[in-house]
């Protein structure tokens, strides 16, 4: 692949006439992660499932707790539950990904 090709302008020192115009080559990247380090995989796996399982015991208790207590069903309560749900649908999709990936 090529470099990328960068032109940076000074103001002040560039006149009108002179014809540089953005030429950015290069179609996009790709992350490797932890492919090369065949002998740490399963110590990140084993890592990464275990912030995966914390997650969702933490959120899902937060769901299970707004749920149940009548106290907590105000507003606040509410986002608070839809943002942990939330984020253990974000984290079910790339969390697996990523640890398919190593």
């Not at 992660?33 to 990140?44: K, P, V, Y």
Request: proline content about 4%; glycine content about 6%; overall charge neutral.
């Amino acid at each position: 692949l090529k470099e990328p090709v960068v032109w940076i302008a000074l103001p002040g020192k560039m006149s009108q006439g002179t014809g540089l115009e953005n030429h950015t080559t290069g179609s996009g990247f790709i992350l490797l992660g932890f492919s090369e380090l065949c002998s740490l995989q399963s110590l990140c796996f084993t890592v990464f499932l275990f912030i995966y399982l914390m997650i969702l015991t933490g959120n899902s208790l937060i769901v299970l707790i707004t749920v149940v207590d009548t106290r907590l069903h105000s507003p606040m309560y509410f986002f608070l539950r839809n943002l942990s749900l939330l984020e253990i649908c974000y984290t079910s999709v790339t969390l697996p990904k990523m640890m398919l990936a190593l």
